[in-house]
């Protein structure tokens, strides 16, 4: 099994430590120092893991919040899904994971005997 690497997220938690519980309150932080992003792109950058961030928005961030950049992005490594074969038996894997015994089957034709 490989290794990826990933990453935790801390916005939220480094917010609520400087008494921040709302996205409303970080909004008008980044607007002083020139990063303009509207009120739905400060909640998803709050509430989920960006996938992709500018340096003048973390930058911004690491400002306001006072914090190191590794207070806010933690480095983890994550195992990587294992790879099946094509057609390797699902035997033993989880009946909630897909459509398991109700995938389709092939009709088979046969002709009338007439």
């Not at 400087?18 to 990063?35: H, K, W």
């Not at 400002?63 to 990587?80: F, G, H, K, N, Q």
């Not at 035997?91 to 897909?98: L, Y």
Request: some cysteine; charged content about 30%.
């Amino acid at each position: 099994m490989t290794s990826k690497l990933d990453y935790n997220w801390h916005l939220r938690e480094l917010m609520a430590l400087r008494g921040m519980y709302s996205t409303t309150d970080l909004r008008p932080l980044l607007i002083e120092r020139d990063v303009n992003l509207s009120a739905s792109q400060v909640y998803r950058l709050v509430t989920e893991k960006p996938e992709r961030l500018s340096m003048k928005t973390l930058m911004a961030l690491i400002d306001i919040l006072s914090c190191r950049m590794d207070e806010l992005i933690e480095p983890v490594t994550a195992a990587a899904p294992v790879r099946r074969a094509a057609g390797a038996s699902d035997a033993g894997a989880n009946p909630d994971r897909g459509v398991g015994e109700f995938r389709p089957r092939r009709a088979r034709v046969t002709r009338d005997p007439k």
